[in-house]
């Protein structure tokens, strides 16, 4: 039996007009805006009740692009090895660039044949491909890699290459492109679970730039068959990857504002490659998340900052679900100091790949009336409550 059921649209419900993101408008986009800078004044004259909470969000970016400061050196090096390499995968030319002359012709169904196993050899731990709806394109660029004129950016690169040619703050964002490959990463439980600790932030900097890595090698691939290809990562995003994620059946969005995976849970990171190679697509999923994540609760309980909502779901641009509150939850880690994650170790979904895991996910995918047990044994053989793990001895 299939951990998950095929359906004609992702369990999302739309009740209203998509209306597409702008990326200046994402938390960590603000948190770069460096004081009185042009951007950052045009920012804050059009939102001023945003000064007060974008300053202590800088102020723990800046904290944390700065760990020498905080924590031992040889922590320092582990973030530098894993978050700083990835702003190296986001120039315009390693994302995009020239395509092929000539093409490579094949049927969709050849093509995703090809496409998915080579995404895999990559490195990606699973991966689906679906339509790129136009909604998801964010409007305006908000993150660079590189901000112009700023003396430093941390904790990416300083100041602007001379030869820079990509988007920056302001400018329109278009993806034109009709097809969209979803990937996710999974992240290693164990160092998950040090949520707290640098290292959770170390873990989850090795799977973004894994993703990175994959998807600029996956798009460089499509555009050498003579296709364009566009790689979105952590450091250069053009679309909001989870809706894409979700509109191509990797997973179903869950309560915690994560997509959750119907093997890895809500434990992984995300990356695309948007294209016009003609591909077969997949359809979406049913997990029963929607319905298993009304009853559980289990992150909003767990949750220390209270970012993530125990009612029910609003409208937000026109789609109905479960809405996160970001201020509280980077407030939070500005108070511990690295990223917390406990919302994605401690959901049911996430637990390690056994057999009884195996069985209990399709129970749960199958059988509504079994999901209130699941949820019981769950916290009967996890806890109910997050239990932080201690860093591995190697780190030490
Ligand atoms: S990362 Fe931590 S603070 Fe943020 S939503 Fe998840 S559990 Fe809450
Ligand atoms: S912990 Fe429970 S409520 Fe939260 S996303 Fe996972 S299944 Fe849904």
Redesign the pocket.
Known sequence: MPLSRDVDRPTYEIVGELSRFDERDTLFSRERLVPGSPEERAYHAAYPELVEIDRRIAAFIETVSRPEESVSQADAALYSATFDPIAGLALPDVVDGQVAPTRVEAGPGEMAGRIKPLARWLGADDVRIGPLNPAWVYSHRGAPPFFAGYQSNPPHFSGLPEDYRGLQWGDPIEVPHRYAISMAFAQDRDLLRTGGTPFSDFEIGRAYALGALVATQLAAYIRALGWPARAHHLRNYGVAVVPVALDAGLGELGR?GYLIHPRLGANLRLACVTTDLPLALDPPVDLGIQDFCARCLK?AV????G??PKGDKVVVRGVRKWR?DPVK?LL?WAHLGS?????QTICPWSRPPTLLRRIMTQIASHVPPARRFLIWADDLVYGARFRPAPPPAWSR
């Open positions: 915690c992150c767990n949750c220390p900052s970012a993530i996160i939850c939070y990223a917390c994650a406990i919302c």
